[in-house]
């Protein structure tokens, strides 16, 4: 893997293809990172600088170098770590400022969010000038609605909910003009379930899955929150209960509770209707439950090298079928990449998440 060290102002200040080791993470929801060892010498620690950014021709993401770390070793010498987290980790510079409530068109409402906090802010000095929003035209997309209120949440951390809930992607791309472009995006379905594209299959009997991990578990899920809205005069007290599904009981009823007591009932002078404060109060327990679901994963070593190739045959977000020898098949959705190279050569491995 060949690197292009890019300064601040994006010009390249170094190409390197020289290192111990190198770890770099794509996701489809969310940032990815990078982890670079290398041996520790002045040139080295002059061009990984901090706020610079790494450039790989593998990937379609870019990191920004976040932290430095020298390894002292009187025996073998020194090596410098240099890690960092891709350019979807620059909202994570921001908090929803003012109250905010969004409802309508889900991506109508992340740009509404973005646009306040970081791409026409009322306050110039949280502007990011080159930051750009791309709206999707996917209809997997377009068709999406949201319903819900903020204030001083973290901004990635709010599209990141968002977006987890509605299983669609988002990803930040720095353009041939040096532009921050957001967009949304979702993958395509090449599993069995539809005839419109290609069939994607990885199994042990194509010979193009080597080893896979499994994993099933629900200890940490949960069906149904109580959410706990404002509290007026310490005596009424707004909540409600949003279930994922319903009609749950007994032993299947797994119990938790959303603290929602930032959501208002009057933002900017208008007040809600007891109903439209209820949907809030849903929406904030859907997002609260949308992080304590069942798990199941797949992750494997494929081979790219045959029969299908990644970024070519199929992308990141895209729906595949996979199988194990176990007889375990079901459609998923890959949702993260891990590219590695070191001395003990190249590996690939994806992460495919179940789809429901």
């Known amino acids: ?94 908090v929803i400022w003012y109250p905010t409530v969004i409802s309508g068109r889900l991506q109508n409402s992340i740009f509404k969010l973005i646009n306040e906090n970081v791409i ?58 040096n532009n921050f472009v957001f967009e949304l995006y979702s993958g395509e379905d090449r599993s069995y379930d539809q005839e419109v594209n290609p069939y994607v299959v990885f199994s042990p009997n194509f010979d193009n899955l080597i080893s896979t991990n499994y994993l099933d578990s629900n200890k940490n899920s949960k069906t149904i929150s109580l959410v706990i809205g404002e509290n007026i005069d310490d005596t009424d007290v707004k909540k409600t209960a949003i279930a994922i599904y319903n009609n749950v009981s007994g032993l299947e009823r797994r119990e938790t509770t959303t603290d929602a007591s930032s959501i208002r009932s009057k933002v900017d002078d208008v007040v809600l209707s007891d109903s439209e404060y209820t949907a809030q109060l849903e929406q904030k327990g859907l ?21 299908y190739i990644y970024d070519v045959d199929f992308f990141m977000g895209d729906i595949v079928q996979i199988s194990n020898e176990y007889g375990i098949e079901t459609k998923t959705r890959l949702t993260e990449i891990v590219r590695s190279h070191s001395t003990s050569g190249i590996e690939t491995v994806p992460t495919f998440s179940i789809v429901e």
């Not at 750009?132 to 068709?143: A, M, N, R, W, Y």
């Not at 997002?287 to 029969?307: C, P, Q, R, Y």
Request: charged fraction near 30%; hydrophobic fraction near 35%.
């Open 287 to 307: 997002e609260d439950l949308a992080t304590k679901t069942n798990i199941e994963s797949f992750e494997g070593h494929v081979d790219t090298s045959k029969m």
């Open 1 to 94: 893997m060949e690197l292009l060290i890019l300064d601040t102002n994006f010009e390249t200040v170094a190409i390197v293809d020289t290192f111990e080791s190198i770890i770099w993470t794509d996701r489809y929801i969310g940032f990815g990172d990078f982890e670079v060892y290398t041996t520790m010498d002045y040139e080295a620690i002059q061009y990984f600088q901090k706020k610079y950014y790494l450039w790989s021709k593998e990937s379609n993401r870019v990191m920004i170098i976040e932290d430095r770390e020298i390894i002292s070793d009187f025996e073998d010498g020194s090596r410098l770590k240099i890690t960092g987290r891709s350019l979807e980790s620059i909202l994570d510079r921001r």
């Open 120 to 177: 026409n802010p009322s306050d110039i000095r949280r502007k990011i000038s080159n930051f750009v929003f791309l709206p999707s035209e996917d209809v997997k997309i377009t068709s999406l609605t949201y319903e819900a209120q903020y204030f001083g949440e973290n901004l990635y951390d709010s599209i990141l909910d968002i977006c987890k809930q509605a299983n669609i992607g988002f990803r930040i791309i720095l353009d041939n003009a």
